[in-house]
Every structure is written in C-alpha cells, then in structure tokens.
C-alpha cells in the first residue's frame, strides 16, 4: 500500500470483504489487489465497470476468471516468483516433520511427556523424491531434497528432462512417478487437469507407506479418495484443503487424522515473500497501468 502511494495511487483497505460488499463497491475502482480465496467472478468484473487491472497478491489465479477479464480489456496479475522460496521451504520442512514425526514429538513433551523411544524416525536421505510440476516452487523443492540426498523424479506435462538431468533426476510418467517414490510432493497449479489429479486411481498406484505433501491447491486431491487411502500411506502433509478453513465433517476427519499433519496454508507466509510480493506486484501493476 505504502508503495502504492508513493506512486501517486489513491488506496482504499478494505480487509475481510464478503461477495456483497465488493460487489457493491467495485465499479468505484480502477485497480483491485486481492489476496485470499474471495472469487473474482464474471458478476464482480462485469459489476466493476471502471476496472482496468485485477492484482493477486500472491500467486494462484485459480479463483479469478481471467478470460472473461482479459475478454472486457482488463489486465491480469500477480507476482509469480515471490513466494518460491518460502514455499518450497516449508514443503522440505513438511517432509522432515513426517519422516522423524516431529509434530508427535513436539506435542507429546509440550504436553509434559519425554517420548524419546515412542517411534523411530527415518532419514529423507537416499530416499526417492517424486515432484509432480516442476516449475518455480517444484524445481526449488528439488533441488533442496538434491542436497538432502534424496533421488529425484519428475513428472511435468512440459519436457523438462533436461533441467531434472542437471540434478541427476529423471522425468517419468505419472505412473512411474506414484509407485516409484517414496515421497510425492504437488506443485501444480489449479486447472481442469489437475482438479483431483490425485484420486482413487492415482493414489491406489502408491506403494503402502509412501509420504505426500501437498502445498499447491487443495483441490489438486480428492479429500474422499485421500481419506480412503490414509492408513497406508506412511503419513500426509498438506498446507492447502479443498475448503479453507475447514468447515465439513470430512475436511475436519482428514484435519485430525493422526496420520495428517496440516498447515494453514502458510507457504508464502514469511516476512520475505511478502516484501518480495509487494515489490513484484507492484511493479507488475505500474507495468499495467502504462501499458493501458
Ligand atoms: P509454476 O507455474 O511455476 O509451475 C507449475 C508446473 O506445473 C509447471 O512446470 C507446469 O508445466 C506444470 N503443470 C501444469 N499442469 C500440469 C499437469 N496437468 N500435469 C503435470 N504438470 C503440470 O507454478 P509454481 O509457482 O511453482 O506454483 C505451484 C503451485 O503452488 C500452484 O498451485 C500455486 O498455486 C501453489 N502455491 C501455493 C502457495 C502456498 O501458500 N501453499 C504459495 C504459492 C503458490
């Protein structure tokens, strides 16, 4: 906002705003920046007629109808580097709180218990690493887990063979991908192929004990098939849900699984992606703005 100003713009803050109160004020606006799960549907860009650019702060464009926007003139954006780094940190963090079952261990000696003994934990080092979308966060989580030892497959829709040889790592086809490693992690975006990309049929190809992680978009996983599949994975770790917050009984069944260790949806939480969103967007927007 502060940048923002210093660039002349008038900035109105208006957090928390439901579906009625946008719509209600929307037309008032040249510019909407956006952070959050509020849907910027055809009704809002139609309502606002003075829009010229829709701002995501953050990264997924999922729940903004981009064609309809670019079809009435307005530019779409969002800062897509930004939060990379944040997020493929704490898809590495996720893994070793599964692997040596960290969350078990943290709560039981908060809770005045000394577990040491209750489980043994297991090394991601040597283990196989199955990154499904190999973009800017996949790539990152890759070459992180390179470091920790671990052996690397892809599966991406793009040809990204050579970039994954570079780590010494494969690019496989999904199959080979789901009952080959023993750790899958999601970095796809949302779109029509990748709703539900892991459902019975998908999550039936992993071997017994396998990890998954999921910090792309919730909906990447079918919450029924996961929950069917729950007790023989070797653990589920998910920064992102089909609903966020949870409200529905099977959302909060797979919430509390002791085999499920959830975040709420913090990948770009950090005081640096968030400076580094502000700047990209920014930046973005007054790329807009000249070029309308
Ligand atoms: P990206 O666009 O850089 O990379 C996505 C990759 O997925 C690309 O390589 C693309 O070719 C591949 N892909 C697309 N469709 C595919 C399909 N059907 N099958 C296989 N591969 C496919 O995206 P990114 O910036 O790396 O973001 C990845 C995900 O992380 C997105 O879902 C984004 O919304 C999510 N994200 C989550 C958080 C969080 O807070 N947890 C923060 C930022 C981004």
Redesign the pocket.
Known sequence: MDSLKKHGFEVHYKPGLSREELLSIVENYNILVFRGRLKIDRGVIDRGANLKVLARY???L?NVDVEHAVKRGIAVVNA?SA??IS?AE?TIALMLTVYRRLYDFIHSVKCGEWSKGKHLGRELHGKKLGV???????SRVAYYAKAFGMDIMV????D?SEEVSKLGGVQVDLERLLSGADVVTL?????P??WH?INDKTLSMMRDGTVLVN???GE?IDTDALLKHVDRLGGVAL??LEQEPPKDEKIWRLVKHPNVVVTP?????TVEAMDRIADELVKNILEAVNWL
């Open positions: 953050g990264i997924g999922d897509p939060s990379a997020v704490l499904i979308g190999f973009g800017r966060i996949g599966y991406d829709i793009r990204v970095h796809v975006p949302l779109t192929l990748t990309m910090t792309s978009r990447v920064d992102v949806h913090i990948g770009a939480e």
